[in-house]
């Protein structure tokens, strides 16, 4: 933590500020600038708030040197973490990227049935499907629950395929732990402190996608909870953030893609369909994602999209995604 | 619904979608403009999502004529909601504005009565305190739980003060019933679909936060969530939201509180300590948000800024909460 | 400057910094933290570019300590500047608020002399009015130009108002010499480098405002373009910001205006009208903004709105600015 | 244009806004939904302005059916716009895409020959160089101006590429004209409307960089402007928008370069290095951008990034840009 000064902060003001800090157990180190004072402060930060000394006579700004996060970060690890869901995917390090495919919301036995062959046969390597659906209206269709966690397991068990779905509050973790290969944390609840907590103290990987308007630093601060709590087994999901431009859902991130591959050994995969909100442009953020690095893709696939119960703007068709795998190829 | 088509869109094209529209028991008007065609959707929209339109061939897109929140748009019910809290503090209509102060964290009974004291003296007519903390940071101090809330209860009792308290998760709800007069739903938690649905079903008011980048509308559907279950005592809170300019923490959208008088009947207050992240400009968004017409504001303020667990950088003094009382007096 | 190191840097890479500092004739001071080296640099910082060290092995980021305007902040100089327009109207320090109004755009000698009348009676302290307007579209209506200038500075004349209006090249700042009493740069032009060393060569008042995407130091570095060149009769104009919330035009960004008053010496005003893009909430964005502080307003007034050639939307009547300045008096 | 009217407007309402819209020489076609009624306006719209309609009596918003944008636009023009500079490098339709690369400034000659021949050698089809550069503060090194230029034409002409530079002001076109095979308007003078209508009038391609918070809309009314003053040869660039999260220097918007594939016939490229502002990740962002589908590239590269005197932070160096064609190869 850097301390700065005011330029017409006088010789006792800083003195004083040195005082306060030495008051927390740290030591500090003054440094006379061109024109201005800048104390920096060396020692455990965690006994010391911003607070305490940013009101002081004299003191124009606070800067950060460390970063809040610890457990995430390259430093504290230097290699890759390769997550492994039901024995057999692997996310992260040098394995080749993973494709996840289903539909938004599981709907029917025979509809996640479908699918499932659907994408199985084209190359996906996990299953998706929601059965808890955060919907921005009460007036929404809200998911089968329970019910549609058990079509989804089947599914996935009859095709052969390792399933992940949305789990939106700890109540139902014994369900979801029955259900699931992997627990997907959604973007609305990537702040949801006690479910991450919840999900940080059992044995199954954590898919976290990244909350709308995260920033890299919290997004990592939410994994931080979960590793801190217990579970290493956690893949990051950019799924598109919220700008000033509209004329799509999200924007997609991948400059923080790239650059949580760099700061981060966790694995991070990317979502297209939620980024994109329209199926139209979802293939090319899919490719786009591969070559900036991502370790997979989770992808929205329908079997009969205009009559999905939910999202079927986004949704690929067999048709698109066998079409889109084959310009993956060369990225995979 | 308009469902707009291309300029090349065919007749076959329109009449495709008319029956595809029609087929979901709605009703058309299909409107020839000088560069292409128009359709209008007449029904009950909820029959169909814009999935099941958007791919068929010549559609260009769809636009939105309702708005998907129903109770509480002031074109359901166009009269101001007064919301009453503990028989005594009303929000809304022609009341004036109420402010709540008190401690970003209640840190001990000591320091929660000793503060309650200081604000009921200086006007505030209901007491803050939180006791579940949502922190970014798995390391940072995280409140003393359903203590902190008995500690609340009780100052708020004695100088006698109303409470209000930011609840994290319906777990805890029979001890927030038995112990504060008001729920606050805090931004982070604005889409926890299942918290909002928990304090729809109680006999208690409700202080709902803006998400930071939840949009009018998505805030004004947490809201619905709300009423949709029964319950219509909500006052909604606008607290800064997150934008590219970062110089201060969050920026106070009066725009939106303004609008919101508008085409909502209930009461809107502000939280300009949020809003701010610094101490020393919230008395200027305090006043803003008074002479934009809140209907009150909420203020953190503590006793001892520079040794507060948390947001000691934000807090009002008694000395600048004071100050603050005596310029806001023409706008209450 | 503070050059902070990966925690993983070895000594060798410090001195390599260090030396690599030195070589630019500044001077160091190294930190010894708990958990990485921070190294800071003393003296001439314009002497080292970030690009020059970020890349040096062990390097992990570069702190700003300083800001990289000068003559703007109240480091330089801690007293308000008064501006003073036409030996008359006064901006900043303790002089009551100036409220300029006048139309978007002037369409006629009738017209602005009707509104210029209109303002000045209901208490305007200047009159406003495009003749060049920057226009999203090139279809769309582009002002009358010099003429229009020309038909503003006539009404003035008759009225007894001061004129302002937006400069767009400085091709034509001998005709804004001649017929305006502030030049006025628009939020589309705040980094027209070119036009800003234009108006700083000259003596005659400028109205800068915000690039609607502009972070508060663009916005201060802008104003210093001006007054390097020589010209220190600026008056800065907050007019919201571009943000994702789009339920109204941008957003009043009242936090920033309270910011600047700080870290500024010179005068601020708002422009509630570009910021509300809608006539209904104009007054209560005005009233906030006088609340907040603001040094002034700066109020679109159109006889006739339903006729207006631009932003007929957004403009008051006289009916409505007369009860918005009765509601103002408190606040001016 | 869809005129939605208040669910609470009367039949008169209703009347009256079709009289005023007729009054404009317009049709209308009355559509009566379950809550409420909306209009439709039939005709030349450019003939009414939202302000006209919205502020009578009943009337709740406005929605606009066609987009404001025409030649741009592949419903005028169907097929991809080929733009060739200097009648040998192609942009767009099925040509591979460009890479154009150089240094941020031209700071010699001597260095901007040697970056000329080593892009040149590498794979780079054009040569880019800023003699003019639009610095955020004024203190920092502007460019050479037209020696800049110069320079930039010798380096070209000495090793066989094509070159493009900024202009940033009409004032210097004619030494563009004789200087540059295409001319550059950077993303903070996307709408200096005076500089767009300049370079509508002249025989030269034009490189039209979007604003960092322009929308798609917006961008594409601005390649209008050049359009509909006569110059059809503009190539698009998308370089990254503003947005919350400032960890890199801009997210680059593929959503929106995918989109703009899609409605628009004109060229579009990426710029990665700015969009990133930090070496690191330029390559994956260079790689997906051309996974996604762009055109090209423009890419700064320096042949000694520490000691550059502009963006020397973000610059690749000669080995970096070449494993990055490396692995770009399978996506040309």
Same mark, same amino acid.
């Given at each position: 933590m850097i301390i700065v000064m005011q330029n017409t902060a006088t010789r006792e003001m800083v003195d004083e500020v040195v005082k306060v800090v030495k008051g927390h157990g740290l030591n500090t180190e003054v440094m006379h600038g061109t024109t201005r004072v800048a104390i920096g402060v060396l020692g455990d930060k965690t006994q010391l708030e911003e607070g305490n000394v940013i009101r002081l006579p004299g003191v124009k700004e606070i800067l950060a040197v460390s970063k809040p996060?610890?457990?995430?970060?390259?430093e504290y690890k230097i290699d890759d973490t390769v997550v492994t869901v039901a024995n057999s995917?692997?996310?992260g390090g040098k394995n080749p990227p993973v494709i996840i495919a289903g539909?938004?919301?599981v709907e029917s036995r025979e509809q996640v049935l479908e699918i499932a062959r659907g994408v199985k046969k084209l190359?996906?390597?996990m299953l998706r499907g929601g059965a808890f659906k955060p919907r921005t209206s009460p007036y929404a269709f809200q998911g089968h629950g329970v019910e549609g966690l058990k079509m989804l397991k089947k599914a996935g068990q009859e095709v052969g395929l390792p399933v992940v779905s949305e789990i939106m509050s700890a109540e139902y973790l014994d369900e979801f732990m029955e259900n699931v290969d992997m627990l997907q944390i959604g973007a609305r609840n990537m702040q949801n402190f006690d479910l991450l907590k919840a999900v940080s103290k059992v044995k199954k990987p954590v898919l976290l996608k990244r909350g709308m308007s995260a920033t890299v630093e919290e997004f990592l601060l939410a994994a931080e909870y979960i590793l801190a709590g217990g579970n290493d087994q956690v893949v990051l999901c950019e799924r598109g953030? $919220?700008?000033f431009e509209q004329s799509t859902r999200n924007i997609l991130d991948l400059n923080s893609l790239a650059l949580i591959k760099e700061i981060s050994h966790l694995p991070i995969i990317a979502d297209p369909s939620h980024a994109a909100g $329209?199926?139209?442009i979802v293939p090319a953020l899919g490719l786009a994602s591969l070559a900036a690095g991502a370790h997979g893709l989770i992808i929205e696939v329908h079997n009969n999209p205009?009559?999905?119960l939910c999202d079927g703007k986004q949704s690929l068709t067999f048709y698109t995604l066998e079409a889109f795998m084959e310009k993956a190829k060369p990225l995979i």
């Open positions: 996060y610890k457990k995430v970060s390259r995917v692997k996310f539909p938004c919301t190359g996906a390597k953030i $919220r700008t $329209r199926y139209d205009c009559e999905a």
